[in-house]
């Protein structure tokens, strides 16, 4: 038992370093491209994206590394499922609904339900192979190009910014902080599921850290959801859900075949195909209230329940 009360603590601390590693490295990241020049739609659509999907890459590919694979398909679709029942569902019922752009309808939404579809039947066969890895970043990557030609015909010229010696030195403190924090959030959930006599990490990866690592998505959409930003609380969920599927999933499979466990197969997919599409089916009024938000509320308790064993 202090043990099991040890290792939980460290997978505490450890989530709480990674995320604020995160946050810290991509802010200085923004700053420093911007005063390089780089235009802000370019920031936005590559270092805001992969900001808050930056906790679930580093987990993953730490876990590739040192041997606990098992982790990487567990991370990204219970972080996908969080993202789309706790974060929507949380937003909609706060603020009495928000609204969805026809943008986010025509293009970002089909996309992330795509994604969600080809990461099921890669995930059919038991492993994510390298094969699949490449195409999941060659997809990430179309979607990149596709992204940043709308965003040019829309937003302004870049604004000058000045630059600081900080920025380099928080970035690297950031990116520091981002490797240890991924490092021993890999190591408890691997020592936490020996101790608790687990078959493998994947639920614990579907649960603690998917909805751990999806708190900076979380905080992001609360706080446009409040303030009406309806675009950026949607975008930021479905921009995160697209990166998790084809750059988190892809670029750790690219080192070695992904494996993807019972529980994965049996309850984290079957959930993500189910409220991708749900979320889609909602979005289609273009307007998520109340009730549909307190509907994703009540299937995140039911994903959290069944991998509990509850139901």
């Not at 990490?201 to 708190?215: D, E, I, N, P, R």
């Not at 994965?264 to 089916?281: C, E, I, N």
Request: hydrophobic letters at 60%; aromatic letters at 8%; glycine letters at 10%.
């Amino acid at each position: 038992m202090p043990d099991i009360l040890l290792w939980s603590l460290v997978l505490v601390a450890a989530l709480a370093v990674l995320l604020k590693g995160a946050d810290v490295f991509v802010d200085n990241a923004a700053l420093l491209a911007r005063a390089l020049g780089v235009p802000d739609f370019v920031v936005g659509v590559t270092l805001v994206a992969l900001g808050t999907s930056l906790p679930e890459l580093a987990a993953s590919l730490v876990s590739v590394f040192t041997g606990a694979g098992e982790f990487v398909a567990g991370t990204v679709i219970g972080s996908n499922v969080a993202n789309i029942t706790l974060i929507m569902g949380a937003a909609a019922l706060a603020f009495r609904g928000f609204s969805v752009s026809p943008k986010l309808m025509r293009m970002d939404l089909p996309i992330m339900l795509l994604a969600a579809f080809v990461i099921t039947l890669m995930a059919h066969s038991g492993a994510v192979s390298r094969g699949e890895g490449v195409i999941l970043l060659l997809m990430y990557g179309l979607y990149l190009v596709h992204t940043v030609r709308e965003q040019r015909r829309s937003q302004p010229e870049a604004r000058e910014g000045v630059f600081k010696a900080s920025m380099v030195v928080w970035i690297a403190a950031g990116a520091v902080a981002v490797y240890f924090g991924a490092d021993f959030t890999v190591k408890a959930v691997t020592r936490l599921t020996a101790l608790l006599g687990l078959a493998d990490a994947s639920v614990l990866a579907l649960t603690v850290v998917a909805v751990g690592s999806s708190l900076p998505e979380l905080v992001v959409s609360l706080a446009a959801a409040k303030k009406n930003y309806n675009d950026l609380s949607v975008g930021n969920v479905v921009g995160s859900n697209i990166c998790n599927s084809f750059l988190v999933m892809g670029a750790p499979a690219l080192v070695k075949p992904l494996p993807v466990s019972a529980s994965v197969w049996g309850v984290g997919v079957p959930f993500m195909l189910a409220v991708s599409l749900v979320f889609l089916v909602f979005a289609q009024r273009g307007v998520i209230g109340r009730t549909p938000g307190l509907f994703l509320l009540l299937i995140f308790a039911l994903f959290i329940g069944t991998l509990g064993g509850v139901f």
